[in-house]
């Protein structure tokens, strides 16, 4: 739980930058470009019911996500840990029949699930890595300036500039540097999601939300994205839903547990793992079910 | 059971068990036979249709190649060098009454003059058209002397060919007297010929006559009272002067021409290929030229995809990416519903209304800025090609949504957590993705329109002629006739083996040929650039 020191040093500035929608967005490119400070609720939300047509996937969710931290989403399967993770950025919009029925999901004391939110702003500010690895069938170049091309950036130097930060920062720069033309579908399976996460850091959002990330991926693909992980928590709030309890606890700083639409434990992963509160979580945990 | 078994003698491992055979095959072997019979059908089928359609559309080179040369034999190419000549003529007098058309329509319009007075202020203009006109009278009616001359000499050949055919049968039937007995004469083409060329120094002479005559009818051309007008004067009077100034050759290639020359054997396939004219049941000489057929169907192919792609891919995108799922449900079976209808009512239906309603809109005054209209042909390119659009439509929407559907959700998604726009979406990641699958969608679209008949028969217009390009835009407001039309309106009449019934032969195989490479290339298509899915 160490803070970093730059981070703390600037604890009270900028809290509010994250302001939806009308509010011009803060500069992405400044350094850090990101003004919630380590440790300080980033995400909360509060008594949230989620509902697929007529069945309710969640059920009074409280939570609040911490800045700069890793938060991990653990349970069995259908507990509704992706589906929460999916409200963080809308993505549930895009499937016919899901509504927020009840309670809010802030972002900087924003409701996201207002009206007036514009979603391809917040999706901006709240990136996503998927299961599978689905890098878009073009160069791995224009994989990572896809964001930013949208964005209506188009100058060379800067694209370029940015290609190869994010792909240092996503620990894939050494490994395609040579091959930046060749499509994003030709790398290996560990690579493309590299590639993924590249893609969604060269957007520089505020928080990046990792359904699975590591499910489809050999051991040590998955030691090199945990590894990532570890590096990127200084940059960027992560919430990381996994199947994989060593994973959770391994790369996480707080856990939440789920079962049936539940939230029935979040606490730090430490406690989660070796000290559960609830006899549900050890029973989980400690492999007796799930 | 196990207990039967520990104690009994070990069962054997498979029982061996009698199978009902049917002529010796056991079931199995039966139904395997069934479906291999049905495909090897498929295969015999195709097989014979293409030995059929070669058989009988190969025999036309050769046929069209002895037509040729009794073309040339009988002295046809010979006076067509003078037709030829003469028409040209013709073009240009066509040219200097376009003149008059726009001289009388600025003196209506602009100057506001009754009809008569600006038939009056054009009599000069009128004199010196018939003066440029007659000019061209004295070898007219020596041109229609040597038509009357070359025909008699293939008549009398075509006749020869007939009686020989006679004697063939006959001595097939066994009748060798009455065989004997058809008088046969061998057509002396070089005696026939003599007096045909013996008029070529009274045509060099007149065609120099002829020379001067029209370069002196240019010097009094009269004024032309517009700048625009005058430089198409100036136009028509270096147009003239190239042209007297080709007469020379026209006597070089007369003074040159041997009906001996024998006719080369790509000449028949060229004239096939390449032939601009499409003429049959002519007195004078028939032309097998595939090229207006074929620019029929590629105009009446281009204007349908041009108005069916964008509504196909247009609504397929749609369904596949925007409309509600209720949307879907009504939207997709309309559009699979066009193809349910008759081709035949759909010909009857532009016809009936569609030619009729875009001639009405053609004539509407403000629209008169479009190209082309207003037009007066009811049927043509245009009319044509809106109703194969309606055909192209359901196999393109279709085709093109399968492709759409096949691009997997995943980059969906990740476009749009990237802040990627609906239409961003749309334009930048699903349509690229799936533009193998739209581009082999449109090119069988393309196919369904080239071989479809009724419609262009019914809606086309049916005129044997290359459209005129020069008119731009509105050459789609002209009519044609097309490879599918020609066939379905000429075969019942032609008679079997005759070199316009193989002539029709080849025009299927043309089709049959295009249609082949259309889906050849669309599989090619989707083959090389289908995305591999991470």
């Known amino acids: 739980m160490d803070i970093p020191p730059s981070a703390s040093a600037k604890s009270s500035a900028g809290k509010s930058a994250f302001s939806l929608p009308t509010v011009a967005v803060p500069s992405v490119s400044a350094p850090g470009g990101l003004a919630a400070p380590a440790g300080e609720a980033l995400v909360d939300i509060s008594h949230l019911d989620f509902f697929y047509q007529t069945s309710q996937a969640l059920h009074d969710i409280n939570l609040k996500i911490e800045a700069k931290k890793v938060t991990a989403f653990i349970g069995p399967s259908g507990c509704g840990k992706s589906t929460l993770l999916r409200c963080l950025n809308r993505m549930n919009d895009l499937i016919d029949g899901t509504r927020v029925a009840r309670g809010t999901i802030k972002i900087h004391g924003v409701d996201i699930y207002q009206p007036d939110v514009d979603v391809i702003e917040l999706r901006k500010r709240v990136g996503m890595v998927f299961q599978k690895s689905n890098p878009f069938p073009k160069s791995i170049y224009e994989n990572i300036t896809y964001g930013l091309r949208l964005q209506g950036l188009n100058d060379k130097a800067k694209l370029d500039a940015v290609v190869e930060k994010s792909l240092r920062g996503a620990a894939l720069w050494d490994e395609v540097k040579d091959r930046l033309d060749s499509s994003g579908l030709g790398l290996s399976g560990g690579q493309q999601q590299r590639l993924c996460i590249a893609r969604a850091i060269a957007v520089e959002p505020e928080v990046i939300l990792m359904d699975e990330p590591c499910s489809a991926l050999d051991p040590v693909a998955t030691a090199k994205v945990e590894e990532l992980i570890q590096e990127l928590r200084e940059r960027f709030t992560i919430v990381i839903v996994t199947h994989n309890m060593q994973q959770a606890a391994r790369c996480s700083d707080k856990t939440a547990f789920f079962y049936l639409g539940k939230l029935i434990e979040f606490a730090a992963t430490r406690d989660i793992f070796t000290n559960p509160a609830n006899a549900q979580t050890e029973a989980y945990v400690s492999g007796r079910f799930g | ?534």
């Open chain 2, 1 to 534: 059971m196990s207990e039967s078994n520990s104690t009994a003698a070990p069962a054997a491992f498979a029982v061996q068990k009698r199978r009902l055979r049917l002529l010796g095959l056991t079931l199995d072997d039966t139904i395997k036979a069934f479906f291999g019979g049905n495909a090897v059908v498929a295969i015999v089928v195709l097989t014979l249709i293409t030995i059929f359609l070669l058989r009988e559309g190969l025999g036309f080179f050769t046929q069209n190649s002895q037509s040729l040369r009794v073309y040339r034999q009988a002295g046809l190419e010979y006076v067509d060098f003078i037709r030829a000549e003469v028409d040209d003529h013709t073009a240009l007098t066509r040219y200097l009454s376009d003149l008059r058309l726009r001289q009388f329509t600025a003196l209506t319009e602009t100057k506001q003059l009754p009809l008569e007075e600006a038939n009056a202020a054009l009599a000069t203009f009128d004199a010196f058209a018939d003066r440029f006109g007659s000019t061209v009278d004295p070898l007219r009616s020596l041109l229609s002397d040597l038509t009357e001359q070359a025909t008699a000499i293939k008549t009398k050949f075509i006749v020869t060919g007939d009686k020989k055919e006679e004697r063939r049968q006959l001595l097939a039937e066994g009748k060798t007297a009455e065989a004997a007995a058809v008088q046969i004469e061998e057509t002396d083409f070089a005696g026939e010929l003599k007096p045909l060329l013996a008029t070529l120094p009274a045509f060099k002479e007149g065609n120099r006559e002829f020379g001067r005559a029209l370069l002196a009818t240019l010097d009094g051309a009269p004024v032309m009272p517009a700048p625009e007008l005058a430089v198409r004067m100036g136009k028509l009077k270096q147009l003239t002067r190239a042209y007297v100034a080709g007469l020379p050759a026209v006597e070089h290639a007369l003074e040159t021409w041997d009906y001996t020359r024998p006719i080369p054997a790509w000449k028949a396939v060229s004239s096939f290929v390449f032939g601009r004219q499409w003429l049959t049941a002519s007195f004078w000489q028939d032309w097998y030229g595939v090229i207006p057929l074929f620019i029929g169907s590629l105009m009446v192919s281009i204007v349908a995809l041009v108005l069916a792609v964008p509504l196909g891919v247009g609504a397929a995108i749609y369904i596949n990416q925007v409309a509600t799922l209720r949307e879907q449900r009504i939207i997709k079976p309309c559009i699979e519903f066009i193809s349910a209808i008759p081709s035949v009512v759909l010909g009857f239906f532009g016809i009936a209304v569609l030619g009729q309603a875009l001639r009405a809109l053609s004539q509407v005054s403000w629209l008169s800025w479009m190209p082309g209209f207003p037009y007066s042909e009811r049927l043509n390119i245009l009319t044509a090609g809106c109703l194969l659009a309606l055909i192209a439509v359901p196999t393109i929407f279709t085709l093109a949504e399968d492709a759409l559907n096949n691009v997997p959700r995943a980059f969906k998604e990740a476009s749009f957590a990237l802040g990627a726009s609906r239409l961003q979406t749309i334009v930048k990641i699903i349509v690229p993705a799936s533009l193998s699958g739209i581009i082999s969608a449109v090119l069988l679209g393309l196919g369904r329109v080239v071989g479809e008949t009724m419609v262009v028969l019914l809606c086309a217009g049916n005129r044997i002629a290359i459209p005129d390009f020069t008119a731009g835009l509105s050459v789609v407001t002209q009519p044609v006739h097309t490879m599918t039309g020609i066939i379905a309106q000429e075969m019942g009449e032609v008679v079997r083996g005759s070199i316009h019934y193989r002539a029709l032969f080849v025009v299927g195989l043309v089709l049959f040929a295009l249609s082949l490479l259309i889906n050849y290339v669309a599989q090619g298509i989707v083959r090389k650039y289908r995305i591999s899915i991470g």
